[in-house]
């Protein structure tokens, strides 16, 4: 069975400071990975998304995500974060049976002025 | 506007009065999927449509039906709701080839309370 892990429940950072935030994910065979951006009050955004090739995947919004199979990790990264970024964060990851997608538990991203 | 539509956005309910929530979608996309989001338990798949009178069971169907009669509709329904039916639930729908790589589209939400 497929699952994704997202360890941060909450982040907060400064405007204009870069941003990581933590995917890992279990998948027997090549997964397909992506991030969603949930801005209060709305539903989910597609940031970006992975299939196979280049590993470093950009995204809408300046965003991107890097691929690593060793450490079965999808982090998503921002050089420098804009108070709009203010939003909950969810990775997900898909290939399952009945091509299912399976979403993290999410990150809340606060940002300080 | 491709879009995926919500009614009521909104809804607080008594235990056991049975309710609906719509959705609906323009895209003219097969697959179409229902979630409910917790806090710290992300999004759960509650059921999903591939395609008009194909329907199947998510991670969390207790408590709930689904018809899909139509390709551009796809109703939740409680028939009996309960407090732990509580939530924020999202309609979702994409094209069918390729669910598990294609991007997911997603309505606005419904928060739902059931006191």
Redesign the interface.
């Known amino acids: 069975a497929q699952s994704v892990t997202q360890p941060d429940i909450h982040i907060t950072v400064s405007e204009g400071a870069s941003l990581e935030l933590r995917c890992n994910y279990s998948y027997g065979a090549t997964p397909y990975l992506f991030w969603y951006v949930q801005s209060p009050g709305q539903g989910l955004q597609l940031l970006l998304k992975y299939f196979s090739g280049d590993t470093l995947v950009q995204g809408i919004k300046g965003f991107e995500a890097e691929f690593k199979r060793s450490q079965s990790s999808f982090n998503l990264r921002k050089p420098s974060v804009h108070w709009s970024d203010a939003a909950e964060y969810f990775c997900a990851v898909g290939g399952g049976g009945y091509q299912k997608v399976t979403f993290g538990t999410g990150t809340k991203l606060q940002v300080i002025p | 506007e491709a879009q995926?539509t919500q009614n009521p956005r909104y809804l607080i309910t008594v235990t056991g009065k049975k309710l609906t929530v719509t959705c609906s979608q323009n895209m003219n996309h097969e697959y179409m999927s229902w979630?409910r989001q917790d806090p710290?338990?992300?999004?759960?798949?509650i059921y999903y449509s591939m395609n008009v009178e194909v329907t199947?069971k998510g991670d969390v169907p207790e408590g709930y039906k689904v018809s899909r009669k139509e390709k551009r509709n796809f109703p939740l329904i409680l028939e009996s709701p309960s407090p732990n039916q509580t939530s924020l639930y999202?309609c979702?729908s994409s094209l069918l080839a390729?669910?598990?790589?294609n991007?997911?589209f997603?309505?606005?939400?419904t928060r739902l309370t059931v006191l």
């Open positions: 995926v979630y710290g338990l992300g999004l759960r798949q199947d999202f979702a390729g669910v598990s790589y991007e997911q997603f309505g606005p939400g």
